[in-house]
């Protein structure tokens, strides 16, 4: 079957770093994705991942390893802006894209 | 681009009753999904269109529910009749031509559905 594998919850300080880590096993993997969602509102594209290696974004990156369908995205300089729900995503085979049931993270002062 | 928009944001209704969902795509998008979010089962995908025309509906729960697609920018999602077990946030999202694989999809909104 499929599946992907996230923390439900975490929290961590303003200020402060945080990984959020993703397992899958899927049919075939074409592709990683991480959104993030705030309380109420949409999913919105943090990023892609396909290779191996480390991707970054100014305060955000995600790495990626397939060989341990492994990923992790890492929040660096944390802001309370930050305190949302991070979702994984795997693209398998038949290029289906299957959703992680995400990560909220809480972020204190 | 006003992004993709929905349709309504907020329904009520009673259980038993025809439900509506609308949804535009970015202009330009040749891919649109359609999504369930609900606590116990995170995000599902119901059903993606290309170019107008459904290639995967396996996501659809049950023949109550059904979506259409008659033109590039405009898509429909029905439940009927309703049961309070569709209770969630149905999500639309589109991506543009190319490789689905890769491109990024762009959601709306979200329509909280309250079936009672």
């Known amino acids: 079957g499929q599946n992907i594998d996230q923390p439900t919850e975490m929290t961590a300080t303003e200020g402060a770093i945080v990984q959020i880590n993703c397992t899958y096993q899927?049919?075939?993997?074409?592709?990683l994705f991480w959104y993030q969602q705030h309380a109420g509102e949409a999913p919105t594209f943090l990023s892609y991942?396909?290779l191996d290696g480390l991707e970054e974004k100014g305060r955000f990156s995600s790495f990626l390893s397939r060989s341990k369908g492994y990923s992790y995205l890492l929040l660096k300089e944390l802001q309370m802006k930050d305190s949302a729900s991070y979702l994984c995503?795997?693209?398998?085979?038949?290029?289906?894209?299957?959703w992680g049931a995400g990560t909220k993270l809480i972020i204190k002062p | 681009d006003a992004g993709v928009i929905q349709s309504p944001r907020h329904e009520v209704t009673e259980m038993g009753q025809e439900v509506t969902l609308r949804c535009k795509p970015i202009?330009?998008?040749?891919?649109l999904f359609w999504y369930r979010q609900t606590m116990m089962r995170g995000l599902e995908l119901l059903i993606y269109?290309?170019?107008?025309?459904?290639?995967?509906d396996s996501g659809m729960p049950e023949d109550r529910f059904s979506a259409k697609m008659p033109n590039a920018s405009f898509s429909t999602l029905k439940i009927q009749p309703s049961e309070p077990r569709d209770s969630a946030v149905y999500f639309c999202?589109?991506?543009?031509?190319?490789?689905?694989?890769?491109?990024?999809?762009?959601f709306g909104p979200g329509t909280r559905l309250t079936v009672l």
């Open positions: 995503a795997v693209i398998d085979s038949n290029y289906q894209l299957i």
């Open positions: 202009s330009g998008h040749d891919y």
């Open positions: 999202a589109s991506s543009p031509q190319g490789d689905p694989s890769t491109d990024t999809q762009y």
């Open positions: 899927t049919s075939g993997f074409n592709g």
């Open positions: 269109f290309n170019n107008n025309v459904p290639i995967d």
């Open positions: 991942n396909v």
